[in-house]
């Protein structure tokens, strides 16, 4: 039967070169969050830009 460990041709984080023992995962983590943020404020900005727009049709 063969034994067959994945991990084990895995390099070490010493074998890595710039290694920090940081996940990669950790960049998205970042990442994820601050796109959120800036497609809701877009979204908030383009509302009241379409309502201060629509107002300013009905009084005119």
């Known amino acids: ?3 067959y460990n ?3 041709c895995l390099p ?3 074998e890595l070169p ?3 023992d940081t996940a990669v995962d950790n960049e998205l983590q970042n990442l994820i969050p601050g796109l959120l943020k800036t497609t809701s ?3 908030v ?3 009241l830009m379409l ?3 629509l107002s300013r049709e009905l009084y005119l």
């Open 51 to 53: 309502i201060s727009f």
């Open 41 to 43: 404020n877009f979204v």
């Open 18 to 20: 710039d290694s920090d």
């Open 6 to 8: 994945p991990l084990h």
């Open 1 to 3: 039967m063969l034994n």
């Open 45 to 47: 900005f383009a509302a």
């Open 12 to 14: 070490s984080s010493e």
